[in-house]
């Protein structure tokens, strides 16, 4: 008797998942990554993310489209086919079972799941296509998928054995597939049923795809510390998927932070937590404030060195003042656009966040901030809109106030809804680049210089004005829509305005907020425009 399966695997050029450094296999049903437009294209480790960005970008809520209902449908298809087939056990299927009775009823259930049906004639079995609708309809689509149901028709009337199985794909898994039974569901999954068991599960899902951003012996961690990777899953998914590329640990177990061991008491202070006891760092970063610990660690790790160093304030001597700047600037990554939740919408941002701001800041080599650099000529050049009457001595004894670091600005830039930040930023960094040879005794005029020019400027002035405006924030624009970081798209994240910040919102803030700094008033009009049209091209998405 002839073993005749019906097994199809996609292979693309890359290395099958288990020749790659700590993946392992999991079979997808190349077909529902058809339903849902997501091509191998790319190459095969982008699949499974895309996929889940498809599916759980947002959570679901109400009627599901087409392509949804579509894909669904295939999976419980494919799921019944598989579960039935498991109960033949590796023998397959074959029509000989149905001489016994309990064997029948497997054969019967397993022919049923695909729209097939078993006939008995005076004694005799056949097998042939079941004619009401719906299994037409099943029939179809198996077909898609790979599953031949004529051909395995024929198959078993003429005494052989088949195992029903659908077209393939072999993508890469950043877990076992033991681990996914025991540590996540909690119960025996047939192999060619993990992917669907996962991509209807939300924070299975999402736990997936932030898994996929760590490194080998972050995931190999986690594979053997089980509960923290079930608390992982059944509390924190959402800021896993968007910040996990972030979550290292090494091979001594310690946690590994941006700064290294210069920046250990810092992240320690603020945590209260233990770099060499991970599992209750890591339950800290991704579970405080809902999250937005995970997107202050996250941001610091994937600056350039200098920008950590001016972000973590390893240029400021007093260490006791350091801890309470980095605090302060935990704190405006805390309070920023409070109705957006990573939870819900980790692959969204706010605009113009605290996480923008820290790129676009300019610095030296050591993280100082750049001139000009002092809290008082920030202070006036961003509170109001009034310029300074020439020998008002505004600015005299600038530097008694002291320097600017990150917590100062994302205290000063970064209050109000985006409109507002919008503006503050834009003039921050217009005014690092104009002014930043300026000596302080010149700082006066330079609060000046924007005012008139805003006022009075004229024909090449004005257009020099915003020309020079409009290259310094092209990759402020360029933030809102970041490529992927990584190989597998662990921080592809799309920067969307949040919900609360409605078109009607927009509107209503976009002018006040360009008017509303001092050095604003260079920025003008065009700029803002320039901005806002880099705005809708991330609300459209």
Known sequence: MRLLGFVVV??????????QSAWF??????????????????????????????????????????????????????DAVESESLRAGARGLRLEMAKNASERDVLRDTLAAMGLRLRERRGAYTVEPNQDGDAVKLRKRLETAGIDTASIEKALNGGETIVPSPAVTVLPSPLPHEVWESAIFERKIAARSLFSAIVRDRRA??????????????RTHLAKDRDLLQRLYRDMAGPVAAFGSSFRIGGD?????????????LWEGL????????????RAIFGRSNGRLAYFFDTIAHLDEPHQRFALGLWITDRGVRLERFKALFRTFADVDAQWQASERPFARPLYDPSTMLGLV?????????????RRFWDRAL????????????????ADDGVIDAAWLGEHVLQGLFPERQARLGCFVFGQRVFASAQDEELEN?????????HGARGGDQVLAHREVGEDLTPFRHQAQPEPRDAVGGQAVDRLAVEDHGAGARRHHAHDGVHRGRLAHAVAAHQGDDLAGAHRQVDAE
Not at 45 to 60: F, G, M, Y
Request: aromatic share 4%; charged share 20%; proline share 9%.
């Open 10 to 19: 996609t292979f693309c050029a890359t290395a099958p998942a288990s020749a």
């Open 25 to 78: 296999d999991l079979p997808v049903p190349t077909a529902s990554l058809t339903q849902i437009d997501v091509s191998l294209d790319a190459g095969r480790t982008l699949a499974a993310p895309r996929a889940i960005r498809v599916l759980h970008t947002i959570p679901r809520e109400g009627e599901l489209p087409a392509p949804l209902v579509a894909f669904e449908q295939l999976l419980t298809d494919l």
């Open 205 to 218: 899902s999402l736990l997936f795809y932030g898994l996929l951003s760590m490194t080998p012996e972050t």
């Open 253 to 265: 177990g310690r946690f590994i932070v941006a700064g290294g061991a210069e920046a250990a008491e």
């Open 271 to 282: 945590v209260a937590e233990r770099l060499d006891q991970p599992a209750q760092f890591a």
């Open 362 to 374: 300019a610095v030296d080599a050591q993280g100082e901030p750049i001139a000009p650099r002092y």
């Open 383 to 398: 509170a109001g809109i009034d310029v300074p009457a020439s020998g008002t001595r505004e600015l005299k004894d600038v």
């Open 446 to 454: 330079a609060l000046q210089g924007p005012g008139r020019r805003a």
